[in-house]
C-alpha cells in the first residue's frame, strides 16, 4: 500500500465545519466571528511518550486527547486537526485500530481531520489541533493573583501508579491495574470544563507533566507563588481503595510528580468558588481546592497539618533529562 492509498483508506474524512480538508496542499479553517483561533502541536515518540505494547485503538485516542486538553486550558472549543505520521511500515490491522480510537474522540468533539503528512521511519504521532475562543476570552497562564484558591479537576497520579507496574516498581490487583492503565493510555481532555471555566478562572494549565512542573508554569507567567496542601493532591489518586496499601510517600509522588494526567490545573478568586463547583458540575468532572496563591515567589508544599513538605523530591517529567 503507497502512502496516498493509507492516507485514503484511513484517514480521508469529507469536511463538514472546514471550508477545506484533507486533499490540497493547506487546509482552511473559518473561525467564526468574533473568535480567535487557539492552535497546539503535540508529538509522541515510541519509547518516550508510550510503550510499544499500547493498543492501537487507544493510542489513536491518546494522540487526540493530548492536544485537546491544551484546548481545553486554554477554554478553546476544538475546530480542528492536522495529523503527521512516521511509520516503520504499513500494519493495516495496526492503522485501522489507530484511525477507529483517533476519529471516535474527534468526533465526540466535532473536530475534524483537515490535513497532515505521512512518511516511513520510527513510530512517530504529531498532532497540531485548532480550536477557538472568543476574542479576549482565552485562559492564560498569566493572570493568578495573590489570594486565587489553586483547583485541579478530576483525579491524579492514577497513569503513573499504570506506569510503575510496567516498571516493575510496584503492583496492583488486576482490576485495579486496568483502571489505573485506562487513565494512562485513554485520558479524558476536560474540554467542556476549560470551556466553562472561561470568565471564572484567573489562569489555567493542562497537567501533562506533573503538578508541581505544570503549576509552575503558572507561577512563573503570573508572577506570584503558592502554597499546595500536598496530602490533599495525594487524596486524589483514583486508587482510593488500596491507598492504605500504597503509602503516603507514593501518593504523595504520583499525585505530584506523576504526569500524564491531562487534568486541569487553575486559579480562581475565593469569591469564584460556587461558580468553580458549577462549572465541575456543568462539565461532569469533579473540581478540587488544594492550594493557594500567594505573594511571595515560588511553590511550597506542606501537609494536612500544615508542616512543610520537601519538594525535591518531587520533580516532574523533563524530555531531555
Not at 31 to 47: K, N, T
Not at 175 to 192: G, I, K, N
Not at 202 to 215: E, H, P, R
Request: glycine content about 12%; some cysteine; aromatic content about 6%.
Amino acid at each position: 500500500m503507497g502512502e496516498f492509498d493509507l492516507i485514503e483508506r484511513y484517514f480521508r474524512r469529507p469536511a463538514k465545519r472546514s471550508p477545506l480538508g484533507v486533499g490540497d496542499d493547506c487546509a482552511l479553517l473559518a473561525p467564526a466571528a468574533g473568535m480567535q483561533l487557539a492552535v497546539s502541536s503535540d508529538m509522541l515518540v515510541e519509547g518516550r511518550h508510550f510503550l510499544s505494547t499500547v493498543d492501537a485503538e487507544r493510542l489513536g485516542h491518546k494522540a487526540l486527547a493530548v492536544n485537546l486538553s491544551d484546548l481545553a486550558a486554554c477554554g478553546a472549543k476544538p475546530l480542528a486537526f492536522t495529523l503527521a505520521l512516521a511509520l516503520p511500515a504499513v500494519d493495516e490491522q495496526w492503522l485501522s485500530g489507530f484511525s477507529r480510537g483517533l476519529f471516535a474522540l474527534a468526533h465526540l468533539h466535532n473536530c475534524e481531520l483537515v490535513g497532515g503528512d505521512t512518511t516511513r521511519g520510527p513510530l512517530n504521532i504529531c498532532i497540531t489541533v485548532f480550536g477557538e475562543v472568543p476574542a479576549g476570552g482565552a485562559l492564560l497562564r498569566s493572570g493568578a493573583k495573590a489570594g486565587d484558591d489553586v483547583w485541579v479537576s478530576g483525579t491524579l497520579g492514577d497513569a503513573r501508579l499504570a506506569l510503575e507496574v510496567f516498571r516493575g516498581t510496584l503492583s496492583l490487583p488486576g482490576d485495579l491495574f486496568e483502571r489505573a492503565r485506562a487513565r494512562m493510555e485513554q485520558p479524558t481532555p476536560r474540554v467542556a470544563l476549560g470551556q466553562a471555566l472561561r470568565g471564572i478562572a484567573s489562569a489555567a494549565v493542562d497537567i501533562s507533566d506533573g503538578l508541581v512542573g505544570d503549576l509552575g508554569h503558572i507561577l512563573k507567567a503570573s508572577g506570584v507563588g503558592a502554597t499546595l496542601d500536598a496530602d490533599a493532591a495525594a487524596g486524589l489518586v483514583g486508587i482510593e481503595e488500596f491507598a492504605n496499601d500504597l503509602g503516603i510517600d507514593t501518593l504523595r509522588a504520583c499525585a505530584l510528580a506523576g504526569g500524564d494526567d491531562y487534568e486541569l490545573a487553575f486559579t480562581a478568586p475565593p469569591s469564584a468558588r460556587e461558580a468553580v463547583e458549577q462549572a465541575g458540575r456543568a462539565a461532569s468532572v469533579h473540581v478540587t481546592r488544594i492550594g493557594r496563591i500567594e505573594a511571595e515567589a515560588g511553590l511550597r508544599l506542606v501537609d494536612g497539618l500544615g508542616q512543610p513538605v520537601a519538594q525535591h523530591c518531587y520533580a516532574s517529567f523533563d524530555h531531555f533529562r
